[in-house]
């Protein structure tokens, strides 16, 4: 079945960009949408935004000023940049599938990947 | 903005049904996923569209959703039901904002 794993920086300076690649393997990119989701520590779940496997994008209007979500289908990937981060943007980052048209939902999800924003 | 309530936190006995809302404005007009995540794990789907359940998850697991209230029912509770559940809508009218929840604590006494 479908997997996806996180890789990344643990660790970002303030005012400095995160970045985040989400890999998938166990099936193919192509005809799916992908989301990031944040969750800071002890908290619940806030959604970043997602892409579809053609490029076309919807952010979180909270963060879509300092979000980008791009994809690369030959490498079945999908990434993640934050620029501007500070200590509040501190959170386990998740990718997931958004598997069927008609509303948005996510499964499966990546085991997610701890960012602490720290000089 | 739209926003999702849910109780922080539930307790049931072993054996007896757990009930976890999530209120909005008309919630019954969106569709609703529900997520369980336990402690230091992804979440994982338990109902979506409402009252769907992913392969794998057990039929004590359900969904309903009207008017302003979506209820997750967890029947015949289960020590490895204890867990945080969340719910999750996608509002298509405004900036396709998708929305969580606050989570609700299952505590199986």
């Known amino acids: 079945q479908v997997q996806l794993q996180e890789s990344g920086p643990g660790l970002v300076k303030p005012s400095e960009t995160l970045s985040l690649t989400c890999t998938v393997s166990?099936?193919?990119?192509?005809?799916?949408?992908w989301a990031w989701i944040r969750q800071p520590p002890g908290e619940g779940f806030e959604w970043i935004g997602y892409i579809y496997y053609s490029g076309s994008t919807d952010y979180n209007p909270s963060l879509k000023s300092r979000v980008t979500i791009s994809v690369d289908t030959s490498k079945n990937q999908f990434s993640l940049n934050l620029t501007s981060v500070t200590a509040a943007d501190t959170a386990i980052y998740y990718c997931?599938?958004?598997?069927?048209?008609?509303?948005?939902?996510?499964?499966?999800w990546g085991q997610g990947t701890l960012v602490t924003v720290s000089s | 903005s739209y926003v999702l309530t849910q109780p922080p936190s539930v307790s049931v006995a072993p054996g007896k049904t757990a009930t976890i809302t999530c209120g909005g404005n008309?919630?019954?007009?969106?569709?609703v996923h529900w997520y369980q995540q336990k402690p230091g794990q992804a979440p994982v789907v338990v109902i979506y569209?409402?009252?769907d359940r992913p392969s794998g998850i057990p039929e004590r697991f359900s969904g309903s959703n009207s008017g302003n209230t979506a209820t997750l029912t967890i029947s015949r509770v289960e020590a490895g039901d204890e867990a945080d559940f969340y719910c999750?809508?996608?509002?298509?009218?405004?900036?396709?904002?998708?929305?969580f929840g606050g989570g609700t604590k299952l505590t199986v006494l």
């Open positions: 997931a599938r958004i598997p069927t048209s008609g509303s948005v939902w996510f499964d499966p």
């Open positions: 008309n919630i019954g007009t969106k569709s």
């Open positions: 569209y409402d009252r």
């Open positions: 166990g099936g193919s990119i192509n005809f799916y949408y």
């Open positions: 999750q809508v996608w509002d298509s009218s405004r900036d396709h904002l998708v929305l």
